[in-house]
């Protein structure tokens, strides 16, 4: 059983809008920080988003104003809300949750923005 998934991902066009979903099976996200990462062919991964286990939020500069991580009520998933999507965003996403020494990665969902 794969203990963090994330899924939601796809092909939109320039402008769109996608919410990508960070779920965990065993056990609840609450005592988690947890991160939104991207990785684009060529390049570094990126840190886009991330939530602490405050509710606090934090933002990359090439994603503020447009992406939104929210919590859910159920503690089992982490949501991130992309709108206004650019080419530039296209790249596997990827979710994880950390806590101390703990460090959880889920398989990646791809997102492609093309018209």
């Known amino acids: 059983q794969v203990p963090l998934v994330e899924s939601g991902g796809g092909l939109v066009q320039p402008g769109g809008s996608l919410r990508l979903s960070c779920t965990s099976s065993?056990?609840?996200?609450?005592?988690?920080?947890i991160g939104w990462f991207r990785h684009a062919p060529g390049k570094e991964r990126e840190g886009v988003s991330c939530i602490d286990a405050y509710g606090r939020t934090y933002y990359s500069d090439s994603v503020k104003g447009r992406f939104t991580i929210s919590r859910d009520n159920a503690k089992t998933t982490v949501y991130l809300q992309m709108n206004s999507l650019k080419p530039e965003d296209t790249a596997v996403y990827y979710c994880n949750a950390a806590s101390g020494r703990v460090s959880i990665w889920g398989q990646g969902t791809q997102v492609t923005v093309s018209s």
């Open positions: 065993g056990f609840t996200l609450d005592p988690y920080a």
